[in-house]
């Protein structure tokens, strides 16, 4: 169940409450997140969308503890975030959250399989069974064929389907996916929605989705709006104003 | 270990500027392996001096003589436990260029004042028993060919003639870097065959004190014996003496070290350079090693471990190449006998630039642990 009221019992997976964040830009304090409360609870597939500018990537860097707000709390399962130092945030993130990127941001010089390996480097896994999870991950994402080539000798979709296997590898609490179709084209974004809806459908991930892709948006269990630093439940009316 | 790849994947990145540096690292570091060997060959003396020792010389200068009759009085002198004396005699062994030193030795003392020198008894014996018997180092007999009883004329350029010797013994180092160049023949030869100015009168002396501790003493004690005679000494240790020898070539040890400092100096600027750029390029890669849990001591460390491999690879290299321009031996034939690179300076080459590498990816390694994800993560 996917609350934006503040009125969630305390199981939500991600228990977000009066979340704010300042950013200072020269003299002038923008306001990008106002008070923002959400429940998620595990398993859900939220998809965020909102106009260019309203604190989606924001909001998603501070839920995937990348950044820090300047007040509220984000709890979760069971971890309160905001108030952990850099190296425990890292260790936390390393542990809980997979993130997909729009630009997908695998590493040139890495293989598909060396990408995917990156998350499994931080745990105390043997060769052999980080090999065996990382032939998992990519046998999920449909490209076992390809372990071995580099990020150039993928198309486009390939990329983000390894970039979403190494998100998948460590087995995190949730994925954060910020604009994952957002360089593809319609065919490719397709087959990277039908992934990630397969990704919550059989095997219970919990995603949370910034899209500007009405389309992908379509998958989620729920699409909130956020507009001006502000999270709605249903369609904002500056969304509505971006769709005509 | 199961971070190699990263470390060593980042070296392709630009494979070409990756080979650049490694050979800027390998070029410094050969140039340092050859001036260590050239500053270790003028040195080469001062290295071997036996701590016990000292020289006496005349005082207006070495190639000036003192006279034998010294000998009893210098070991009249408290402290002294032995005494031998030499001539250089300068001859040339066919060319010129064939170059090595030449000594008139005591029989008597000479042998057990240098005792890092190994000549078999029965060699020493049938030295002393030829009039004109020569001992040679080990290193001479290599360099032309000789063999015990080769008969080996050397043309005289302080004393006069040509002199013929006969090869009666051969001498060992007891160390590497033992001087084993070097040709011996006897006082007694020389002086009943020059003529009349020169009987009676030798090179130098060494002479042995009972106490290294003791040295300054009894060198200040020698030259005030001797002060206001004919013949005024300048004695020194062995050690100062081969110093203020080698010194004689200009100022070697400052030399090396001012060309050691600039190449090195200039080899941090271009790799911490390389390195900065590096980093710079891949801002993104590093922000999500973060992103994904890796820690800003881990990208730090990351960085530096590059840095270090470029400095370990191209450094390895420069200073095989040093070795292996240098195992052939002196290339001046006599002029610098030790030329060597030994295997203290390879490491301490190695660990200079390791230095290096650690020191030119500091900076980079620093911003790198430094970046904000969200920033890195931002720019395109």
Request: charged share 20%; with cysteine.
């Given at each position: ?17 009066g ?41 998603l ?14 709890t ?20 809980h959250?997979?993130?997909?990127f729009q ?25 052999a ?19 071995h ?18 998100a ?21 974004a397709?087959?990277?929605?039908d ?5 919550v ?21 729920v ?11 249903g ?10 | ?13 630009k494979?070409?500027?990756t ?15 050859l ?38 009085r ?6 002294i ?40 008894d ?8 030829d ?43 007891k ?73 004689q ?18 080899l ?17 890669d590093?922000?999500v ?29 420069g ?5 292996l ?14 030329f ?13 630039a ?27």
């Amino acid at each position: 169940m996917v609350r934006v009221d503040g009125g969630g019992n305390g199981s939500s997976l991600v228990r977000v409450r009066g979340l704010d964040k300042k950013y200072r830009r020269g003299s002038e304090d923008i306001h990008v997140l106002q008070g923002l409360n959400l429940d998620v609870d595990a398993g859900d597939f939220v998809a965020f969308m909102g106009p260019s500018g309203s604190g989606k990537t924001t909001m998603l860097n501070l839920l995937g503890g990348l950044d820090l707000p300047t007040a509220g709390t984000i709890t979760v399962a069971g971890d309160e975030i905001t108030h952990l130092s850099g190296s425990k945030l890292t260790q936390w993130r390393a542990r809980h959250v997979g993130f997909v990127f729009q630009m997908y941001n695998l590493i040139p010089v890495l293989t598909a399989f060396q990408n995917v390996e990156l998350p499994l480097l931080l745990t105390k896994l043997s060769k052999a069974e980080r090999r065996k999870h990382v032939e998992i991950a990519m046998e999920v994402v449909g490209l076992k064929d390809r372990m071995h080539h580099y990020p150039r000798q993928l198309s486009g979709g390939q990329e983000q389907r390894v970039g979403i296997a190494r998100a998948i590898v460590a087995d995190p609490t949730f994925l954060l996916c910020d604009e994952p179709t957002g360089d593809l084209d319609r065919k490719s974004a397709d087959e990277i929605m039908d992934l990630i809806d397969r990704l919550v459908r059989e095997h219970g991930k919990t995603v949370l989705l910034v899209t500007h892709d009405p389309v992908a948006a379509e998958r989620a269990h729920v699409v909130l709006h956020l507009n001006k630093g502000v999270l709605f439940e249903g369609q904002a009316a500056g969304d509505k104003a971006g769709a005509r | 270990m199961k971070y190699s790849a990263l470390i060593f994947s980042s070296l392709f990145r630009k494979k070409i500027r990756t080979v650049l540096t490694i050979g800027s690292f390998a070029v410094a570091l050969f140039l340092f392996g050859l001036l260590a060997v050239v500053r270790g060959a003028f040195n080469q003396g001062v290295d071997v001096a036996g701590a016990d020792r000292l020289v006496v010389i005349n005082k207006v200068s070495i190639i000036q003589p003192l006279p034998i009759a010294y000998k009893e009085r210098l070991l009249r002198i408290p402290g002294i436990k032995e005494v031998t004396h030499a001539n250089w005699f300068g001859g040339v062994y066919q060319d010129e260029r064939n170059f090595f030193g030449q000594f008139a030795i005591d029989d008597a003392t000479y042998r057990p004042m240098f005792p890092e020198f190994v000549i078999p008894d029965d060699q020493w014996t049938a030295y002393l028993n030829d009039r004109e018997g020569a001992v040679v180092g080990a290193d001479l007999v290599k360099r032309f060919k000789w063999k015990l009883g080769d008969r080996i004329p050397i043309k005289g350029t302080i004393f006069q003639g040509t002199w013929d010797f006969n090869i009666r013994g051969i001498y060992q180092g007891k160390r590497v870097q033992d001087d084993t160049t070097q040709f011996w023949f006897h006082y007694k030869y020389l002086e009943e065959r020059e003529n009349p100015f020169w009987k009676g009168l030798i090179g130098w002396y060494t002479v042995r004190v009972a106490n290294p501790d003791d040295s300054a003493r009894v060198a200040r004690q020698i030259d005030e014996t001797f002060a206001n005679s004919p013949w005024e000494t300048k004695t020194d240790t062995e050690k100062a003496f081969a110093a203020s020898f080698a010194k004689q070539a200009g100022n070697i040890q400052f030399l090396i070290l001012s060309i050691g400092a600039v190449v090195f100096f200039t080899l941090l600027l271009v790799t911490g350079n390389t390195m900065a750029i590096a980093v710079r390029e891949r801002v993104r890669d590093l922000a999500v090693l973060k992103a994904v849990g890796f820690s800003d001591v881990f990208v730090l460390t990351l960085v530096l471990a590059e840095s270090m491999l470029i400095a370990a690879l191209g450094g390895a290299l420069g200073l095989a190449g040093a070795k292996l321009l240098t195992l052939g031996g002196d290339p001046t034939h006599g002029m610098l006998p030790f030329f060597y690179l030994s295997p203290a300076t390879t490491v301490q080459g190695f660990g200079l630039a390791l230095i290096v590498g650690v020191v030119a990816g500091l900076l980079p390694a620093l911003s790198a642990m430094n970046l904000n994800v969200v920033d890195a993560l931002r720019r395109v």
